[in-house]
């Protein structure tokens, strides 16, 4: 006779459907970057900083302003290759930390949508709400019902029941 | 808390924040090299591995500290999608 509809089980699946459908990979383990991700970015640094030693080495190594603007050159180049994998690598994170978030936030936003309409009347004779502890009977609008498990009843069974209207949707006066 | 375990929770902060000093001394030594000699083929050598080894490590160091804040982030966001799973998996039961 009286019932609340709540949200169905799948909805936590839901707001990650659009991730996984899409074309890349969800990563989903303890942390921001799969192995596979720390591949390319490792192999740069390593050669970043193998350029870097040789660099210094070779310039150490002559006393040619020429051969040593080479050497300068090769160590210059070194750095930006390192650079270049530490950004790789931190935008590999913020890729797959932006994609988390997105998720959370899909499911945060899709469960408020629900628990907004989460109280719902399905008997049609059954017009006042009361939720468990209550003493106060409400409208099936009043907010003091939302996210509540609540019992729908009719005028009868408040008028049994002996409860209260409620003081802020005052179920009576809109009778 | 212990500074040991701290230093062990906290390994990427730590390493990056070395790794940033370091570079830092390297620049501020290198440049007093640079500047104790007026040969320019004395100076390469010292602007190839102090200068560029400086910039090299205030490059990783901040790497890894911005590493760090995201396994933070990461971490916290995890929480909160287990926290929703868990609640949607208790509402399906009482379903």
Known sequence: M???TVPGSRRGALGRTATRNSRVRRHDGAEPWARRDALLPGVLSVLGLVGLVIGWVGISDTVSLSRQTRWLGLGIGSVVIGGLGVV????????HLGRLRRDVLAELALREGQDEQ????IDAGARWGIAMGMRRHHESDCELLVGKDVRWLTAAEVAEGGTLPCGICRPEARR | MNVLKW???QWDRVLGATAAVLGAVLLIVGWVHVSGTGFVAEQLPYLASEGLGGVFLLGLGTGLWLS???RDQWRELRAIRQGIDTQNAGRARTQ
């Open chain 1, 2 to 4: 009286t019932s609340v």
């Open chain 1, 118 to 121: 989460s109280v719902e009347v």
């Open chain 2, 7 to 9: 230093a062990r929770l």
């Open chain 1, 88 to 95: 790789l690598w931190l935008v590999s994170g913020l890729t």
């Open chain 2, 68 to 70: 760090a804040d995201m």
